[in-house]
C-alpha cells in the first residue's frame, strides 16, 4: 500500500511507518510480521503492531526479505485435477494459512504444465516447500523430492514408501455414512468405490467393509470409479444392472454421487424412494441437487491449513505421520429414506 506524501507524491507504507503508529522500534515490528517465536512482548503491544499493520495496509516487500533469508516465500500446492470441486476447499485453506505466514502460494495441475514445472521451480530455489496431493510416476517423484533441500508433504494421501503425510480419516467418515443407511433398514448397500488403488477410495472402502460387517450384512457389490460425474455415472450403471439391485449407495466422493444420481433418474428410478444415496464430502452444491443430497463434511479447509503450517516448521528431512483429528459430521438431506418395501 501507498501513502501520500507532502506534494502529492505516493510513498510505500514501511516498516518505520507502522513502527511510528505503534510506538514500537522497527526491529519489533519486523519480528511480529516475520513471526518470530523467540521474540518476547508483551500480548498488548503484539496487538498495538497488528493493529498498525492493519490499519496503515503494510505489506512486506517480499523481494527484500528473499535476499535476507534466501527464502522465495511462496509454497507449491500440486493437485490431481481442478475440476474436482473438492479441492477447492482444501486450496482455500492453504491460501489463507500460507498468507497468515506471509507466504504466496502456486496452485497448479496435472492438467496444466504438470509437476515436472514444480520441481524446476524446487530446483531453482523459488519454493520454499511443496503440498503433494496427486501424481503420476510416484516412486520416480518421491526420488526427485528426496534430493531436494526443501519440505514435502503428501496430503490426503499415503504412499507405502512414504512416512511424510496428513490425511483425514476416511475409514471414519465410511462408517458414518454406512451406519446411517443400516439404520434406516437398508440391507442391500452396494459401494461406488474410488478408483482402484487410490490411497482416499482404499480407506473408505475399508470404512464401508467394517461397517457392513459389523451390522452382519454382505459387503458388495462395489464397483470402483475415478472421481468424477462421467465416472459415477458409468459405476452407477453397472450398479442398476446387478441380478439384485441395491437400495442404497454409499459413493465415495461427491463428484461421482453426481453423475450416480443422474443414471438413476435416466433410468426411471427415484432417490430416495427406490434408491437410497449417501457421499462423502459435503459441499455447497450437494444442497441444490435434486434431491439435496445427503452427505459427510469433512475438514477439507483444515487439511489444507494443516499442511501449510506442516511446511513452515518442517526440515527437509523430517517424517510426519498425521490422521487430521477434525470434525466429521452427517449431514442428513433428502437423498435417504428407509427402503420402500421396508
Known amino acids: 500500500m501507498t501513502r501520500q506524501a507532502t506534494g502529492g507524491r505516493p510513498v510505500r507504507v514501511t516498516l518505520a511507518h507502522v513502527a511510528a503508529a505503534a510506538k514500537v522500534d522497527r526491529a519489533v515490528v519486523s519480528r511480529v510480521v516475520n513471526n518470530d517465536p523467540s521474540l518476547n512482548i508483551r500480548p498488548e503491544t503484539r496487538q498495538r503492531v497488528l493493529a498498525a499493520v492493519a490499519e496503515l495496509g503494510y505489506r512486506p516487500n517480499v523481494a527484500a526479505r528473499s535476499l535476507r533469508t534466501a527464502r522465495a516465500h511462496m509454497f507449491g500446492l500440486f493437485i490431481p485435477d481442478f475440476a474436482n470441486p473438492v479441492y477447492a476447499e482444501i486450496i482455500k485453506g492453504a491460501e489463507a494459512a500460507a498468507a497468515a505466514l506471509g507466504y504466496v502460494l502456486v496452485t497448479g495441475s496435472s492438467t496444466g504444465a504438470g509437476l515436472g514445472g514444480y520441481m524446476d521451480l524446487l530446483g531453482q530455489g523459488r519454493i520454499d516447500g511443496l503440498l503433494l496431493a496427486g501424481a503420476e510416476d510416484e516412486a520416480g517423484l518421491i526420488e526427485q523430492l528426496d534430493r531436494t533441500t526443501v519440505p514435502w508433504v503428501m496430503l490426503n494421501r499415503r504412499s507405502p514408501s512414504v512416512k511424510r503425510y496428513v490425511i483425514l480419516d476416511d475409514e471414519r467418515a465410511a462408517r458414518l455414512a454406512v451406519e446411517h443407511l443400516v439404520g434406516l433398514g437398508h440391507r442391500r448397500v452396494a459401494h461406488l468405490a474410488g478408483p482402484v488403488g487410490a490411497d482416499t477410495a482404499l480407506r473408505r472402502s475399508a470404512g464401508y467393509s467394517a461397517a457392513m460387517r459389523d451390522a452382519g450384512l454382505p459387503v458388495g457389490p462395489v464397483v470402483a470409479a475415478d472421481y468424477t460425474p462421467a465416472g459415477g455415472a458409468a459405476a452407477m450403471a453397472a450398479l442398476l444392472a446387478?441380478?439384485?439391485?441395491?437400495?442404497?449407495?454409499f459413493v465415495a466422493n461427491v463428484a461421482s454421487a453426481i453423475g450416480a444420481m443422474d443414471t438413476v433418474r435416466a433410468a426411471g428410478?427415484?432417490?430416495?424412494?427406490?434408491?437410497?444415496?449417501?457421499?462423502?464430502?459435503?459441499?455447497?452444491?450437494?444442497?441444490?441437487?435434486?434431491?439435496?443430497?445427503t452427505s459427510v463434511r469433512m475438514p477439507l479447509e483444515e487439511l489444507g491449513r494443516r499442511g501449510v503450517a506442516l511446511l513452515g516448521g518442517l526440515r527437509p528431512d523430517e517424517s510426519v505421520e498425521e490422521v487430521l483429528d477434525g470434525p466429521i459430521e452427517l449431514i442428513v438431506r433428502r437423498s435417504t429414506a428407509p427402503p420402500y418395501d421396508a
Not at 242 to 249: F, I, K, Q, S, Y
Open 269 to 293: 428410478l427415484e432417490i430416495p424412494r427406490q434408491i437410497s444415496m449417501v457421499a462423502v464430502h459435503d459441499l455447497d452444491l450437494a444442497s441444490y441437487l435434486a434431491p439435496p443430497l
Open 242 to 249: 446387478a441380478p439384485e439391485p441395491p437400495t442404497a449407495v
